[in-house]
């Protein structure tokens, strides 16, 4: 008894949900612009119940999701309060580099004069 090749139904199922889930990205595209939202992979992806993966294997939807992030009309989204740096932390920074800075001078001035002393000592030898 041989089987009936049936893949064709599965050609088709697949083709299916390969139309809905680009409609479904479509759709999310054009509601995240509307609203203003920060265009990128993982947002649609969310918003389209696809996974990122996939839509980084689509050519047509990757290419579109770029030109849209990189839209110089599209208004880069702000940064929240909560995330934003103040001044007197990014002034803290500062400080703590410049100290960095001065230590590793002052190590890299003393690991030069212990090789010049060592190289000395070996030429005398």
């Known amino acids: 008894m041989t089987r009936a090749d049936n893949t064709h139904h599965l050609r088709q199922a697949a083709a299916a ?21 920060p265009m990128t992979f993982t947002a649609v992806a969310d918003a389209a119940n696809v996974s990122r993966s996939w839509l980084y294997t689509q050519p047509a939807l990757r290419d579109t999701i770029t030109s849209l992030r990189s839209d110089p009309a599209r208004p880069a989204p702000a940064v929240p309060a909560t995330q ?35 190289l000395g000592e070996q030429r005398t030898h």
Request: no cysteine; hydrophobic share 30%; charged share 30%.
């Open 17 to 37: 949900r390969h139309t809905k889930a680009t409609d479904r990205v479509t759709t999310a595209l054009v509601d995240l612009d509307r609203s203003g939202q």
């Open 84 to 118: 934003r740096a103040t001044t007197e932390s990014l002034r803290q920074r500062l400080d703590t580099t410049r100290q960095d800075v001065t230590r590793l001078r002052a190590e890299n001035q003393a690991l030069r004069h212990q090789l010049a002393l060592a």
